[in-house]
Nanobody, 122 residues
Framework: QVRLAESGGGMVQAGGSLRLSCEAS????????IAWFRQAPGKDLEFIAV???????TYSDSVKGRFTASRDSAKNMVYLQMDSLQVEDTAVYYC????????????????WGRGTQVTVSS
């Protein structure tokens, strides 16, 4: 089994930064593609980024240049550094995992964290 748990959410003023963490409890961490999604109030789930240990990270246009995903294999951790946050970034953020090939659609992912709230105020 793979279990994912997000942390690091909170409240920040527009223009500020937060770093989210996702811990993966699994023996196959290095074989996982781990993605970030978010869901704003009243809206559908939105893809943000996905990375694999041997692939270039892919970002959505809405966060490209502002968010950076990284991975620490020794700790079974992935991170999402969020800079220049905007009110529109307010959402519940989820990490999601699947074996091997990365994807941008939520249906491709088998494992999900419970989410962490990010609130950006003006």
């Amino acid at each position: 089994q793979v279990r994912l748990a997000e942390s690091g959410g909170g409240m920040v003023q527009a223009g500020g930064s937060l770093r989210l963490s996702c811990e993966a409890s699994t023996r196959v961490f290095n074989n996982l593609a781990i993605a970030w999604f978010r869901q704003a109030p009243g809206k559908d789930l939105e893809f943000i980024a996905v990375s694999n240990w041997n692939h270039a990270t892919t970002y959505s246009d809405s966060v490209k240049g502002r968010f950076t995903a990284s991975r620490d294999s020794a700790k079974n951790m992935v991170y999402l550094q969020m800079d220049s946050l905007q009110v529109e970034d307010t959402a519940v953020y989820y990490c999601a995992g699947r074996l091997f090939q990365p994807a941008t659609d939520r249906a491709s992912y088998d494992h999900w964290g419970r989410g962490t709230q990010v609130t950006v105020s003006s």
